[in-house]
């Protein structure tokens, strides 16, 4: 049963439930049964956040949602999955004791259970899996799963490892710290039960499957399977069995990423110089979060989209995203470039003998001065419109006077494999392609568009941007919920939320791609009314991209394209869509202030 449903920025809804055993049917209705426009569905323990297209079909579907009262029973899982496990983790008789069975009891115990997998965790690719004992609501008073309580301190976890933590087991995707508990290790890769249907996302199908070998499994993305060796979709149902064996598992990407450094006969561009960090990116994953992978993408995606338009590509072609300038590119074939997003000064150095048209040197670019034959060149181009970049030349990206990011776009597009649909590199789940490094050369998907020079995509505003009453400070519009309530005062007021937009934040130089982290600049901040407590109890929740989390400290952390989709820390308010690319424009020091605003006029609430 729906407990409520609340708002999570202006085109998403968190869905409020009372039981982990209300929430899964809901979770299966979503999946199978989508409602008009919705893009994302991502569950947690008692809730569930959907992401929709529009307002309109938001404000729809929370009217259907209030009605909408799932059978269980008639939901179609997924399927049936065996996992072989060798059981020899580095913890499994410390589990054993602390529950005060031996360890052949506890393996007996894993081995006989119905796991059901639920949702994913922080971990991306973590899919928890729940005694199905606990989805029971007619189970006996008697009946109790063992509670395991996580490692005080991160441990390393190799991916392929079966874990527990509380009353969830699951396998850990990929190398990498974590406080889950290793009882064992797979005997062979699970091959997860997906059909690629759409590009967009999984659809699930029911089937049976094992771990035992490729002939027993049922259609699945190959990449997939390589990402993510544990990975499995809500609602299957898994069986452990034992074997004496079992093999190294390994995430994906190493290889792709190889192939990817070594010289191209057909290369466009080569990079001399990454800068800090330059990474490729594209609009981003979408349908993919209910398994635990963030949308990435461009964190300017108006830049991406106005520099890929005014060279002739599709919004969606991937492009590069500069972080503090330092790129310099050599042209090894004639190509045409835009460059987008922070303030930077852009220079072009070639030899005078290249062959240029009157175009490349006087209409988009001048010249500086006159040079002997086969002398230095060096002209300047202008951001926001396409510029020719000649073989031989090299483009340099000069650090930002305004801004953060700069983003890249060669017309013909970056020939760029893709991970999950999408070619953008995720920093926190270890997707896509890795960062761009020296020497590494790239070839066009297409021919260069004949149609350059026009973008309907307008400048997103950089940090010089006034806010009213606050000079200096770059104003960001929030909607407040859904969580703001935790904040709220006696007679209607909200001190938290005061707090929030009644001081300016200074941004961290810790932030990334997943977090911008603020603190005040108020000689007396008021940040009691923030600091509210019970965090270590609260359940997790699905995070959309924009939120303004609260963590015990009371000081408020953004979330970006690359965050984890859920998070245990409150959400007090979502940063409006128009306001989203500022957030990746936000350099270290620069000023804050937010503004609480409607989600549909975007006028500021009093």
């Known amino acids: 049963m729906v407990h409520a449903v609340l708002w999570a920025g202006q085109r998403a809804v968190l869905v409020e439930f009372g039981s982990l055993a209300e929430m899964m049917p809901f979770q299966l209705q979503f999946q199978q049964s989508p409602l008009p426009g919705q893009r994302e569905v991502i569950a947690a323990e008692r809730s569930i956040m959907l992401d929709f297209r529009t307002r309109k079909d938001a404000q729809a579907a929370v009217r259907q949602i209030r009605k909408l009262r799932p059978r269980a029973q008639k939901q179609q899982l997924p399927g049936k999955l065996t996992v072989d496990v060798h059981y020899e983790g580095a913890e499994l008789d410390a589990v054993a004791e602390e529950l005060g069975m031996s360890r052949q009891a506890l393996i007996d115990w894993h081995l006989a259970t119905d796991w059901i997998s639920a949702f994913t965790a922080a971990e991306p690719g973590l899919m928890q899996c729940v005694p199905g004992e606990l989805l029971n609501k007619r189970r006996s008073r008697k009946s109790a799963s063992p509670v395991i309580n996580p490692g005080a301190e991160p441990q390393d976890l190799p991916a392929g490892a079966v874990v527990l933590a509380g009353v969830y087991s699951g396998i850990w995707p990929r190398a990498n710290p974590g406080t889950w508990r290793q009882i064992g290790h797979l005997a062979a890769p699970v091959a997860p039960i997906l059909r690629e249907d759409s590009a967009e996302g999984p659809s699930q199908g029911s089937t049976e499957a094992t771990t035992a070998g490729a002939g027993d499994t049922a259609t699945a993305p190959q990449q997939f399977a390589a990402v993510y060796p544990g990975l499995i979709p809500p609602g299957t149902v898994v069986k452990y069995r034992p074997v004496q064996e079992q093999v190294t598992v390994q995430a994906g990407g190493s290889a792709r990423n190889r192939e990817e450094l070594q010289p191209r006969a057909d290369a466009v561009l080569e990079v001399l110089d990454p800068g800090e960090e330059t990474l490729i990116q594209d609009l981003g994953r979408i349908g993919w979060a209910g398994l635990g992978v963030p949308s990435s993408g461009a964190l300017d995606t108006a830049a991406l989209r106005q520099a890929n338009q005014l060279v002739g590509n599709e919004d969606s072609a991937a492009g590069l995203e500069v972080l ?136 997103t505003p950089l940090p010089s941007t006034q806010a009213p009453g606050a000079p200096g400070c770059v104003r960001l519009r929030f909607v407040p919920g859904p969580r703001e309530e935790l904040f709220a005062g006696t007679r209607g007021r909200n001190p938290g939320l005061a707090a929030l937009v009644s001081q300016p934040w200074s941004v961290l130089k810790d932030s990334s791609r997943s977090s911008v982290f603020l603190t005040t600049t108020d000689e007396e901040p008021e940040v ?26 009371g000081m408020p952390v953004l979330c970006l394209a690359d965050y984890p989709v859920v998070s245990e820390h409150p959400v007090i308010g979502v940063v409006v869509r128009e306001d989203l690319g500022l957030t990746g424009q936000l350099s270290a020091g620069t000023q804050v202030d937010f503004v609480a605003v409607d989600p549909t006029s975007l006028i500021p609430i009093p």
């Open 528 to 553: 009691s009314a923030l600091q509210i407590p019970g965090h270590a109890e609260r359940a997790a929740e699905p995070v959309p991209r924009g939120a303004v989390l609260i963590p015990p400290d």
């Open 324 to 459: 503090g300038g330092g790129l310099r590119l050599l042209a090894r074939q004639t190509a045409v470039l835009a460059v987008t997003g922070a303030e930077v000064e852009l220079t072009v150095t070639g030899t005078d003998n290249a062959a240029r048209s009157n175009m490349a040197l006087h209409g988009t670019g001048s010249s500086e001065g006159n040079s002997p034959a086969g002398a230095a060149v060096v002209r300047k181009v202008p951001q926001r419109a396409p510029f020719w970049l000649f073989p031989g030349e090299e483009l340099e990206l000069s650090a930002p006077n305004c801004g953060l990011r700069s983003y890249v776009a060669v017309s013909g597009g970056l020939a760029v494999s893709e991970t999950l649909g999408s070619a953008s590199t995720d920093t926190h789940s270890a997707l896509g392609p890795g960062p761009v490094t020296q020497g590494q050369s790239f070839a066009l998907v297409g021919a260069t568009s004949r149609f350059v020079g026009i973008a309907d995509v307008s400048r």
